[in-house]
């Protein structure tokens, strides 16, 4: 294969590196259907009168080793529910990563809370804690934690951060299912933790997420926060504070609960080759894969990678059509829109409720060059995915492509 990664490159008239079509899969089959089937026999389709959401819960819980899990409509909704169970008061600040999903920031915003954003680390995009220490003020009040990519964060340092400033940890594991540091899965070291089971995830129900605490105070306001603040427990419908209505359906909870029993065989095979992948490109001119920090196990919801330009001499998108040219499917600028979130209107126009600036503070503003390390990534990294159902010579065929167009480029510009 060495001696291929010379050959001539699709984009200028060579053969294509992906010489055979990727492996396919289905991610839905006869337990999903065999569990929504019970759903429909049982005539119950409403969360708290059913059985199979209860189930679902006590199936991740147990999982995750943790004494409570509240299964919601979606992952926005789950960090939105895990910030209403803390009962931070408005205005408080939280300091979260600067390269996420808006599904982060969604409840930041409801609950009247003030996003400020960290800078990453260069070599894994997670949030760099010496950047998150200078972010701290009077009305910081929580740390929520984004395990970019499926790569864990650097969850002892930011942990004693907020034992050293008393600050509630928040884990965001929408997109690192069953993914680890130190041995320790994350989404179990904060005081709560939100999942996402979204369509593009690891797993799946269509729309669905869920919180996991062992605290039961917070899974208690948890399940109130979910439920528009009615006491189902108690049967009692007297609500104290304000929430909205996140119920989880059985529907959802029948495809949760079958897509739970086989995520930990999908993201070892995720590792399995993503590892496989990192240990060819590592070999390559002027390519550089996300950095896995030893102790750490990558779930590889995304597989990414760094260019180093300046060996290259080109820039990130051109790296990006040759390398689609070569039939692998990928993008040049991250996921969220080519930029870091604090760059989007809803942050610089202070627009998130129609007629005011509420919740955001008039001295806190959002500009580029807050994040500089978080600003050049997205002209330096290449995002792609590998799929459980890929096969070796799929991983092999990437890796031939990659080589193909960075020796391309090498030489070019040597």
Same mark, same amino acid.
């Given at each position: 294969?060495? #001696? ?120 894994? &995009? ?24 499926? &790569? ?22 929408? #997109? ?37 605490? =062992? =605290? ?9 926060? &979910? ?24 529907? #959802? ?54 260019? =180093? ?69 997205? =002209? ?35």
């Amino acid at each position: 294969m060495t #001696q291929d990664f010379y050959s001539k490159p699709a984009i200028i008239g060579g053969e294509k590196a992906k010489a055979t079509p990727f492996g396919t899969g289905k991610r839905h089959g006869e337990l999903e259907k065999q569990l929504l089937a019970d759903v429909i026999d049982s005539d119950m389709l409403f969360y708290f009168l059913g059985t199979k959401v209860l189930e679902f819960q006590r199936e991740f819980a147990a999982m995750y080793g943790k004494e409570h899990c509240v299964a919601c409509s979606s992952g926005t909704a789950a960090v939105h529910i895990a910030l209403g169970a803390l009962e931070l008061p408005a205005g408080s600040e939280v300091i979260t990563s600067s390269i996420t999903d808006m599904g982060s920031l969604t409840g930041v915003l409801y609950q009247g809370l003030v996003p400020v954003f960290a800078d990453v680390d260069p070599d894994t &995009l997670n949030m760099d804690p010496a950047s998150v220490i200078r972010l701290i003020t009077d009305k910081t009040r929580a740390i929520l934690v984004v395990h970019h990519s499926g &790569l864990a964060a650097d969850m002892d340092a930011l942990l004693e951060i907020g034992r050293e400033y008393n600050l509630k940890v928040v884990e965001d594991c929408a #997109q690192a299912y069953c993914c680890e540091y130190e041995g320790r899965l994350a989404g179990t070291m904060g005081e709560i933790a939100a999942f996402s089971l979204n369509h593009f995830k690891h797993i799946t129900c269509g729309s669905g997420g869920m919180v996991i605490t =062992d =605290d039961p105070d917070l899974r208690y306001r948890a399940s109130l926060f &979910l439920d528009k603040c009615y006491q189902r427990e108690e049967k009692i419908r007297n609500p104290f504070f304000l929430a909205p209505n996140y119920q989880m359906t059985e529907l #959802q909870g029948a495809v949760a609960l079958a897509q739970l029993r086989k995520v930990q065989a999908i993201v070892n095979r995720r590792n399995q080759l993503g590892t496989r992948l990192s240990a060819l490109l590592e070999k390559l001119p002027g390519i550089i894969p996300q950095t896995v920090p030893a102790g750490s196990k990558h779930a590889y919801f995304l597989y990414l990678f760094r260019l =180093d330009l300046d060996r290259l001499g080109c820039t990130a998108s051109e790296f990006s059509e040759a390398l689609a040219a070569e039939g692998i499917p990928n993008s040049a600028h991250l996921i969220t829109g080519g930029r870091p979130v604090y760059l989007y209107d809803i942050f610089r126009k202070r627009s998130a409720f129609p007629g005011t600036d509420w919740p955001f503070c008039p001295d806190r503003l959002y500009s580029k060059g807050d994040c500089p390390i978080a600003e050049a990534a997205f =002209d330096r990294w290449i995002t792609m995915h590998v799929y459980e159902h890929y096969t070796e010579r799929d991983i092999d065929e990437i890796a031939l492509g990659v080589g193909k167009v960075a020796h391309h480029f090498a030489q070019v510009h040597a």
